[in-house]
């Protein structure tokens, strides 16, 4: 379905070239967005907003690319010359674009692959602007505009996707990543505060500490399961110490409450410190000597080893951030992630 006619990217850049090519900031990653930069593969879910939304979500640039179908000049985006591995995802909803084993010097001055990431990365329409016949294509996820695709691309496929380099975000590759797990009351609440420290990179909502089998939010939150609402942070320890992560994770919560925190009651809110090894549980067990003598009340955590994670439901995922507005997370899951992170100021993105 691929017509090329003319394309606009080698037109342009041909009485681009003696620009100078602009060098790669070490904080091009970044730089034009203070939100984290995270692989979001919520995949299904379409991100709408009013124009009234990406506007204050975006920067101008974006904007420009993404919702008024702008063209940037060529070897003007950061991204250009960039070769390092990782992940371009869409700078308006995160959703993985383009791999950087795709990626391949065109020449045209625009960030060029020859492959998406994935199925769910792009949709391709006919554009017929300009006097010339394209196949234009957006985010599959939130509709941003993002280039075009062309059929001189090199092997394998022959196609190259010639793209405004301000409509996208560079995620590099990471370490490996390790996996810390903790129950620390409503999962909204932990999610949300464990997303906004330092080498975080994505926190699972989910249940466990129980016996019984794939359970249910119903199930456990009605306290039928003997399950505790609990979260997976998948942390890149090259950034940020399990250590700190138990700060972080102490720091959340009232550990002196048995059964319970915030205003919800039952043994499906305990707190709960899981371990892996003898090493962490020694972390553990020294944080709890350390802050016992803060409290007066015995510390009521538990420490447990760790035995068995069973991810939430998919509309518990990232429920903050889907739900700003939702009456429990206004009046309890943000104040107690602000009081949190008041607290670990230096752990902070
Ligand atoms: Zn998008």
Redesign the pocket.
């Known amino acids: 379905m691929i017509k090329l006619i003319s394309s606009l990217c080698l037109i342009v850049a041909f009485s681009a070239c003696a620009q100078q090519n602009k060098k790669v900031a070490s904080s091009y990653v970044s730089k034009n967005n203070d939100v984290s930069v995270s692989l979001d593969t919520t995949w299904t879910e379409k ?1 709408v907003k009013s124009d009234a939304e990406w506007k204050k979500s975006l920067t101008p640039k974006q904007y420009y690319i ?1 919702r008024e179908h702008g063209t940037e000049r060529p070897f003007s985006s950061e991204l250009y010359e960039v070769k390092e591995e990782g992940v371009y995802v ?6 993985p ?1 383009f791999g950087s084993d795709s990626k391949f010097n065109s020449g045209t001055g625009w960030p060029s692959y020859f492959k998406p990431y994935s199925t769910k990365s792009l949709n391709v329409s006919a554009d017929n602007s300009l006097g010339m016949q394209r196949d234009a294509l957006t ?6 505009h993002l280039g075009h695709v062309f059929n001189d691309g090199p092997k394998p496929t022959g196609l190259r996707y010639c793209i405004d380099g301000d409509g996208l975000l560079f995620v590099p590759k990471q370490g490996k990543l390790a996996v810390a797990t903790f129950a620390g009351g409503c999962f909204w609440c932990t999610e949300t505060i464990f997303e906004s420290i330092k080498g975080v990179q994505e926190v699972i909502s989910g249940y466990s500490g129980g016996k019984e089998t794939n359970p249910s939010y119903e199930s456990v939150g009605g306290g039928r399961t003997s399950h505790a609402e609990a979260f997976q942070v998948y942390y890149d320890p090259n950034v940020i110490s399990y250590n700190d992560l138990v700060r972080v994770f102490f720091a959340s919560i009232d550990p002196t409450i048995v059964n319970g925190q915030g205003p919800d009651r039952g043994a499906q809110y305990r707190t709960i410190a899981f371990y892996t090894n003898d090493s962490e549980k020694a972390i553990i067990d020294a944080k709890i000597a350390e802050i016992a003598k803060e409290y007066s009340k015995p510390i009521a955590t538990q420490v447990v080893k760790f035995d068995k994670f069973y991810e939430a439901e998919e509309y518990h995922q990232n429920f903050v951030k889907r739900n700003p507005n939702q009456g429990y997370v206004r009046a309890e899951s943000i104040p107690r992630r602000e009081r949190t992170l008041a607290k670990v100021k230096d752990l902070v993105k």
């Open positions: 991100v993404l869409c700078a308006g909803c995160k959703n674009l985010c599959k996820r939130c509709d941003g």
